[in-house]
C-alpha cells in the first residue's frame, strides 16, 4: 500500500462527509436530530479515520504520540484562555482565534 493512495483515498472520503453538509448550514441540535443524517456522518467519517489510521501505521508512526504532539502545539499557539472568550455583538468568539492564526501566517508557521 503505497502512502500517496491512502492520502488519496483520506482525501475522498473527507469529500463524501463534507458532502453530507453541501448545501446546508444546520445548527448542532439540527443536525444531532436527524437520526438519518447523523448514521450517515458516522459511516463516512468512520472511513476518513480508518484511512488516517491506516496511514499511520503504513508509516510507523505512534498515533497516539503524534495526536498528542499536535494537541500541545495547538495548545501553546491557541491559549484557551483566549481563544474560549464568550462571543458578543460587537467581538465574536473565534475573533481572537483568527488574529492568532493571521499572526502565525505571517512568521511562517502552522
Known amino acids: 500500500m503505497r502512502p500517496s493512495d491512502v492520502a488519496k483515498s483520506i482525501s475522498i472520503e473527507a469529500g ?24 450517515l456522518i458516522k459511516k463516512e467519517l468512520a472511513d476518513v479515520l480508518i484511512y488516517c489510521i491506516d496511514m499511520s ?33 460587537d467581538s465574536p468568539a473565534n475573533d481572537n482565534y483568527w488574529k492568532i ?3 502565525h501566517r505571517m512568521k511562517g508557521l502552522s
Open 16 to 39: 463524501e462527509l463534507l458532502e453530507l453538509f453541501q448545501w446546508t448550514n444546520d445548527s448542532l441540535g439540527k443536525v444531532k436530530n436527524n437520526r438519518e443524517k447523523v448514521e
Open 57 to 89: 501505521v503504513i508509516l510507523g508512526f505512534d498515533t497516539e504520540k503524534i495526536i498528542y504532539d499536535k494537541l500541545e502545539k495547538i495548545k501553546q499557539k491557541y491559549p484557551p484562555e483566549l481563544v474560549k472568550k464568550r462571543s458578543t455583538k
Open 101 to 103: 492564526k493571521k499572526e
